[in-house]
Structures are given as C-alpha cells and as structure tokens.
C-alpha cells in the first residue's frame, strides 16, 4: 500500500514564526503536492513538483516555499506564519506511469493553527 | 468562474436510495477526470477515474462523463450510510494540475 506520511498531525505556531511541514512517501513516486483545506473553500494547490530539486506554483504559493532534495520527501515552509494560513494542509504524490497523474495518495492532513 | 464546480449540497438520500452528484469544469481541453471521496476527519481518497465519455461502473458507483457539456458525475446505487462523506470531483487540467471542486457532502439517512 501506498503510504504518505505527514510529520505533525497538529501543530500551534506563533505569528511570525517559521514553520516546517514535512512529507515522505514510500513508493517511489515522481510527483508531490501540497493542498491547503479550508471549509467551503474546498483544495488548494500551493505548491508541487515533478522530480527532485524541481518545484512549480500552483494557484495559491505567496507565503510558502517548498524543498525537494530526496525524491521521497517534499516539504513545505511558511517563512513567516501568519493567522490567514491556520488551515489543514495536506500532501499528496502520485506516480508518473499513470496517464494524467491525476491520482493522488493523500497523506493524514497537518493541521496547522498559527496564533 | 470556478474552474471546477460542485453543488455544496448538503445532499441527503435515503438509505436503497440513488445518490447523484454533478460536477461542471471549464478547461475544454481537460482529458481525466477523478472523483474522491472524504469522511469527515480523514484525507481524501481517490474512488472513481474517467478517461473517456460515456459511463464507467464500479461496483455501485457509477462515473459519467460528457466532454462536450463539460460535465462530470457520480452516481451511487443503493446507497448506505458508509457512503456519507463529502465527494471532491478533480480534474487534471492543462497546466498540468488537478483542480478540486469545493465537494458535495452526501448525507445517506438509515
């Protein structure tokens, strides 16, 4: 089975501190992402990348970077946290042998609570 | 407009009832399609993928695809209270991104 493991399940941070989300998977995928969740908002894609030391924007990256340098970790930093980025955040990979790579494994979800 | 868009329910069905769930997307040159299902609490997980127009079954559920109308949906036979969950219709754009509609969340009364 597929595993994605996200490091923190909850995490409170302070305005302005820097945040680290870690994310590993387990079965040598090429892709990962990282969402934000946020009620009636539905998923967002802040950030995702290809293959290692490779990173894209998606719809929603001001506030985040994100470091790949192993294929099977991809993680995301919040440089300065802020109360508008309390959300869950969730990670995903998927393989490049699949067509459109459009299914995605979903690791637990982090929920974050900056204060 | 919203690339991906859902009714935001609440969607409430009978228990035997058929559950349906629609989905339209404005990226004409969209080719995949995905529907994932969320229990409250808990990731998403992929249930249902659609490639091509026309119907896909599995078991109970049942995807159909309609390129020309850009519509997705989700059909669930006989539905159970284990359906109740929110359900995330994707699609693989362009940009080479999965966009998620905002879910329907399906209630199935016993």
């Known amino acids: 089975d597929v595993k994605v493991t996200q490091s923190s399940r909850y995490l409170v941070k302070r305005t302005g501190e820097k945040v680290f989300l870690e994310c590993v998977q387990d079965?040598?995928?090429?892709?990962m992402f990282w969402y934000r969740q946020d009620p009636g908002l539905g998923l967002r894609l802040i950030y995702f990348?290809?293959?290692?030391?490779?990173?894209e924007k998606g719809d929603i990256p001001e506030g985040y970077s994100v470091s790949r340098e192993k294929k099977e970790r991809f993680s995301l930093i919040l440089e300065s946290a802020s109360t508008n980025q309390t959300s869950m955040y969730l990670c995903?990979?998927?393989?490049?042998?699949?067509?459109?790579?459009?299914?995605?494994?979903f690791g637990e979800g982090s929920r974050l609570t900056v204060l | 407009q919203k690339e991906v868009e859902q009714n935001s329910g609440p969607l409430s069905v009978p228990e035997g009832a058929i559950a349906s769930l629609n989905c339209t997307y404005s990226?004409?040159?969209?080719?995949?399609f995905f529907w994932y299902r969320q229990y409250s609490g808990k990731s998403p997980e992929l249930i249902m993928s659609?490639?091509?127009?026309g119907d896909k079954e599995d078991g109970r559920f049942t995807a159909q695809l309609n390129k020309a109308s850009q519509y997705v949906s989700l059909l669930i036979r006989d539905s159970q209270p284990s359906d109740s969950a929110t359900y995330l219709c994707?699609?693989?754009?362009?940009?080479?991104?999965?966009?998620f509609g905002s879910g329907t969340q399906l209630t199935v009364l016993p």
């Open positions: 659609i490639y091509s127009n």
């Open positions: 994707a699609v693989w754009s362009s940009a080479r991104q999965l966009t």
């Open positions: 990226d004409r040159v969209s080719q995949s």
């Open positions: 990348s290809y293959d290692v030391k490779m990173k």
């Open positions: 995903a990979s998927s393989t490049r042998d699949r067509g459109n790579t459009g299914e995605l494994f």
């Open positions: 079965m040598d995928h090429e892709n």
